[in-house]
């Protein structure tokens, strides 16, 4: 046994877990901990199980904001549903005509605040580039109103120069209509248009939403159309009473036409946000736990491996002295 610890002792340099050297430490040098010799595998399944705990925290926030987003959901669904009473009867009335030859058109694009919505931003975006392409010319002008932090940062990095007015934070408040229309008179006042083009996204349902464009025209248009025989809508079946003149009667009913479509706009835009947040995050959460899953067999065949190489170790030492 003599013999043997001191033939322990000679190996001892050649078996060490750190190298052993002369040379007095630097304060640049790596430190023990930057080195990975000897509790590699304890390493790795602590790694592993502070990755686990950030993906379980990840899910819980994912499904908390699911949550939220269903009961904001359920606030906003019924009042975008009774604020379609408002505007159609103006659809049936002075009728929606997308293509409409004007000379001015504003793009009216409605986005959200806060993103984790899945496109929704991103199609109303595009479809606003579209309308601001066709209506382009060298005798047309076409302006942005952009409603919403999103479509402002995308918007805004090359039509910088056909933006006319910017709202935000316009969900900040529960939504009414004297609050939008408030915005609309804003809008009326700072803008001159020939023709609104309001872009929206239209709830259907909590996976799938329409991407909507309605269009208010100026009295002068409305006017115009009605004398050369545009298609209007149930206008000229009504005869105007009062002392009134016909113009008077449509800029009243144009101002307040903008207002409802932009109430139902907002609205139902901000129920395909809520809808879509919903969506986006029971996708993050269903993930969280394929990924935690993964994570979970990772760390148990980690574990296992580790335990096995020890007692491979144990037994090949206890064979070696018993040898």
């Keep these: 046994m003599a013999a043997l610890r001191r033939e322990g002792r000679r190996f001892a340099p050649l078996i060490s877990p750190r190298p052993i050297t002369a ?22 399944t602590q ?24 009961s904001k959901l359920r606030a906003v669904q019924t009042k975008a ?9 103006f659809t049936a009335l002075l009728g929606d005509l997308p293509s409409v030859d004007v000379k ?26 579209g309308i601001h392409k066709l209506n382009s010319g060298p005798e047309k002008e076409t302006k942005y109103v952009i409603l919403g932090e999103k479509a402002k940062a995308q918007l805004i990095r090359d039509s910088k120069k056909d933006i006319e007015l910017i709202i935000t934070e316009l969900q900040k ?3 009414n209509h004297t609050q939008v229309s408030v915005l609309a008179d804003e809008i009326l006042k700072n803008v001159e248009f020939d023709a609104l ?4 996204n239209k709830f259907h349902s909590v996976v799938s939403f329409i991407p909507t464009v309605s269009t208010v025209l100026s009295p002068e248009i409305v006017e115009r159309e009605a004398e050369s025989g545009g298609k209007l809508g149930d206008l000229d079946n009504y005869e105007v009473e009062g002392g009134e ?60 491996a580790s335990i096995t190489t020890e007692l491979i170790e144990i037994i090949s030492g206890a064979s070696a002295l018993e040898g």
């Design 173 to 175: 408040n529960p939504l």
């Design 197 to 200: 083009r309001i872009v929206f």
């Design 245 to 304: 003149t016909k113009g008077e009667i449509l800029q009243n009913l144009a101002e307040f036409q903008f207002s409802c479509v932009m109430f139902n706009a907002v609205l139902e835009n901000a129920c395909s946000e809520q809808g879509a947040r919903m969506s986006a995050m029971d996708s993050s959460s269903r993930n969280a736990g394929d990924m935690l899953d993964r994570l979970t067999l990772t760390y148990n065949r980690t574990r296992q």
């Design 81 to 89: 549903e009774n604020s379609r009473g408002l505007w159609q009867p």
């Design 47 to 70: 790694v592993v199980r502070n990755r686990m705990k950030s993906v379980k925290n990840i899910q819980k926030i994912t499904k908390a904001m699911k949550m939220v987003a269903a």
């Design 23 to 44: 040379v007095r430490s630097s304060p640049f040098a790596p430190s023990h901990e930057d080195e990975d010799p000897i509790g590699v595998r304890y390493i790795s």
């Design 104 to 129: 001015k058109s504003v793009v009216v694009t409605i986005s959200s605040d806060k993103g984790l919505c899945g496109g929704i931003n991103s199609t109303s975006v595009k479809i606003s580039k």
